[in-house]
Each structure stands twice: as structure tokens, then as C-alpha cells.
């Protein structure tokens, strides 16, 4: 699976994406050429080569015609500039943005991505301004150079054939940074509202830079784009790009992206284990406690009898559940069990591809878990289904399950599901 991870060390922003895309091998004439088909015009846009800290990347330059100069030389320089140039004024809503992208000649998958982009900038607009999403306007992010960054992301993107992005947690400076609203503090309010609103964790460091580091463009792209956040992945890096940022920070001031294919031609995904050693609670109410976890969301449950301190007996509880699942698992177990702390791990693992069958059997439909990996295969009907069909037929469970098997080996299908499981 071809791979993209981003390097935020020195933050994130829309025209330093599009230098890293550039930088990895994005043909300029051809990505400007498609810019051309949102049929908007008051810009032009450059690629260069920098050096930033000895080191050379690209970095992309989109200027408006007529615009008046900004004073406030940010990460992405233009993200926070009031434009104002005839019909390209930088004020525009979700309304306006949609409709610029929705009537080009993209590409449905550039056209999906960019207008997830634009609504996730209007709902963290919206939240902060106290205003129907409908009624926000981009000072920034709705100038014609920030969609063109957006939406030159997206159609590189597709031209370097990703399939996959992850990156590393988003590094941000302190302090203050004008924009169109006044003075605001880093991060910008949209910013810390699209982090707040995250539905999965996004690791943010702030370092002693005074100045801002991910702009509401970068963080927009990064949080919609992003599988997950972390260390790199497990792949065969083949190509480096640095897409390099507008100001002098005191260090390396660019976007690292790594490009590859993933190693593992299996789904490989990231799950949490947590731990939790208990000595001095009742079976009844550890197994209640599993019933409870499992129904809000945990991929498995699992105790193991164990031996403490004075040679105790006890049991550890171990969970397993996805990243964003991690403080609500975290919460039940410590509100359910006796335990005073929790170990945590992050356990990347890789899975076959599954799906479910429906079997005819003499007693009956048995729904069967298929799952699946080149030339591996394995079936295992579903034990409520057969526990269900048992009882009412008043035969041995085991006949149930023996007829179930039968009919998978006979190939008697009755039904195929169209969706993957992921759990």
C-alpha cells in the first residue's frame, strides 16, 4: 500500500503540504494544470527550491494579484491575510467554497477530500464564533490562495497515488499571532477547537518558538487526512520531500514528508492494551465489568489468574480497544473495578480481511465469519446462531454446528454482506 507519512516536527500548513508533495516527486505542470480547472483566477503560484538549516526543500509560493501586502509573516503566510481583490476577497463561506470546488473539472475524490477540509474549518469557525455554521465566514482560509493549497494537496496526492497517511504528533509554537479578528493567542482558536473536537486523540507539543507553527489550514488537512498519529509506520521508505516554511524560527523550519509502501501486505491497525492487576474483587463483579466494557466499544476482554506481592491470588484484567476508545475504557475500569492504575501499550496489529456469510443448513440460516489473506482462508459459523437454532429445534448443539460446517465446505451460501469487518 503506497504510504505517506508527515513529519510535523516544525509544525504543518497548506503551502508547506503542497512543497512536500512537490519535493516527492509531484510534476509542477501537471499539478498547475489542474489547479486551472477550478476556473478561478487572481493568483499564481511558484515553486523554488530553499535551503532551511543546510537543508534544501521546496517551498510553494501562492501569490494573489492585487493583494495587499500582508504584514504578518506566518508558517503559511497567507493563511491569516485579509485579501482584498475584486471577486477574490478572502471572505467567503462554506456556501462559496463548496460551490468554487464542486463546479470544477476535479477529479469526485479531490472534490470529496477538499470539502471535507472547508467543513471541518466551518464547524471549528462556527463553535468558536458562536454562529450557524451556514453564517461563518473565511477571512483566511476562504482566500483563493488557501484553496488553492487545499484543494493542490488533494490532486497531489492523487498524483503520487497515496493510499495511506499517518504522521508524527503536531509540533506548534507560544505566544501571539495577528489576525483578521486581532490578537490571538497560539494555538489560534480554530486550531485548539479542531484539536478539542477530535474524536481521536491528536498528539500537540508546544515548543519555545514565539510564533504559530500549525495553521487552521495545516491542522484542517492533517486531521481529516491522517489514518493516525505517532511514530512512522512499518514500511520501505522510497522518497523524501520537504516542503519548507515562510519565516526563520531559530532551527529547521519545514514539513518532512516520507513516502513508501507498506511492508505488510496484510491490514495492519493500531489498537490499545490496557492493564490492571486486582486482588481484592469479587468474580461477579469483574465479569460484569467485562459485559460492560465489551458493550461500550472494546474489541476483547480477557483475565488471567495471577500470583502478587505475599503471594496473593488475583487476577489481571487486561482490554484491548481502539485509540480514540482509550479514556472511556480507562474510565469504566476504574470506575467498575479496585484497582488504583492502569498500564497502557500501543499494540499495532495486523488482521486478515473478514466479512460475513449466511450458510442454509437443515435447521436453518447460520450467519459464518469468513475471513480471508491471499491464499489463506478460515469460516467460523456464529455461536448465537447456532445456540439459537439448537434450542429451537431441540437437538444437540453440536448437530447444529456439524450441519453449519457441512454446509461451508459444500459451499451452500445464502447470502454475502458487502461491508469488511474492522473489529
Not at 501537471?30 to 477550478?38: A, N, P
Not at 482560509?141 to 493510499?163: H, K, M, N, Q, R
Not at 478460515?378 to 460446517?405: G, M, N, T, W
Request: charged content about 25%; glycine content about 8%.
Amino acid at each position: 500500500m503506497k504510504t505517506l507519512f508527515f513529519d510535523c516536527f516544525s509544525g504543518i500548513s497548506g503551502d508547506m503540504i503542497l512543497g512536500t508533495l512537490i519535493d516527492l516527486g509531484v510534476d509542477e505542470k501537471r499539478l498547475t494544470r489542474e489547479l486551472e480547472k477550478l476556473h478561478v483566477g487572481g493568483y499564481s503560484i511558484t515553486f523554488s527550491k530553499k535551503i532551511t538549516s543546510g537543508i534544501v526543500g521546496t517551498d510553494a509560493d501562492v501569490k494573489l494579484i492585487e493583494a495587499r501586502p500582508c504584514s504578518n509573516h506566518h508558517q503559511g503566510d497567507h493563511d491569516h491575510c485579509q485579501v482584498h481583490h475584486h471577486d477574490h476577497s478572502g471572505s467567503r463561506n462554506l456556501a462559496d467554497c463548496v460551490s468554487i470546488i464542486e463546479k470544477s473539472g476535479l477529479s469526485d475524490e479531490v472534490k470529496t477530500h477538499a470539502i471535507r477540509v472547508f467543513e471541518e474549518v466551518a464547524r471549528a469557525e462556527a463553535h468558536v464564533h458562536g454562529k450557524p455554521v451556514d453564517q461563518v465566514h473565511f477571512h483566511e482560509i476562504g482566500a483563493i490562495d488557501s484553496i488553492v493549497d487545499i484543494v493542490g494537496t488533494f490532486i497531489g496526492l492523487e498524483l503520487l497515488g497515496v493510499e495511506k497517511i499517518y504522521a508524527s504528533p503536531l509540533h506548534d509554537g507560544n505566544g501571539y499571532i495577528t489576525c483578521a479578528h486581532g490578537i490571538m493567542p497560539v494555538p489560534v482558536p480554530a486550531v485548539a477547537q479542531m484539536l478539542a473536537s477530535s474524536e481521536r486523540p491528536i498528539p500537540y507539543i508546544q515548543e519555545d518558538i514565539p510564533t504559530e507553527l500549525i495553521t487552521p489550514t495545516g491542522m484542517a488537512i492533517i486531521k481529516t487526512i491522517a489514518s493516525g498519529f505517532g511514530k512512522i509506520p512499518q514500511m520501505d521508505v522510497q522518497a523524501i520531500g520537504y516542503g519548507t516554511g515562510k519565516r526563520e524560527t531559530g532551527r529547521m523550519n519545514a514539513l518532512r514528508g516520507m513516502l513508501g509502501e507498506s511492508m505488510d501486505e496484510h491490514e495492519s491497525d493500531q489498537t490499545i492494551l490496557l492493564e490492571a492487576n486486582i486482588d481484592n474483587q469479587n468474580g461477579e463483579q469483574l465479569g460484569y465489568t467485562m459485559n460492560r466494557l465489551l458493550s461500550e466499544g472494546a474489541l476483547d476482554v480477557f483475565f488471567t489468574p495471577i500470583y502478587m506481592k505475599k503471594n496473593r491470588p488475583a487476577t489481571m484484567l487486561s482490554v484491548l480497544s481502539k485509540p480514540e476508545s482509550k479514556q472511556k475504557m480507562i474510565h469504566i475500569i476504574l470506575a467498575e473495578t479496585t484497582t488504583l492504575g492502569i498500564r497502557t501499550f500501543e499494540c499495532p496489529r495486523s488482521t486478515m480481511n473478514r466479512e460475513f456469510l449466511t450458510v442454509r443448513t437443515k435447521f436453518g440460516p447460520v450467519q459464518v465469519k469468513h475471513a480471508f489473506l491471499d491464499d489463506i482462508e478460515k469460516y467460523s459459523p456464529e455461536f448465537d446462531d447456532c445456540a439459537r437454532l439448537a434450542i429451537s429445534h431441540k437437538v444437540p448443539l453440536a448437530k447444529v454446528c456439524e450441519a453449519a460446517q457441512k454446509s461451508i465446505l459444500d459451499r451452500d451460501w445464502e447470502q454475502k454482506s458487502e461491508s469488511v469487518i474492522t473489529e
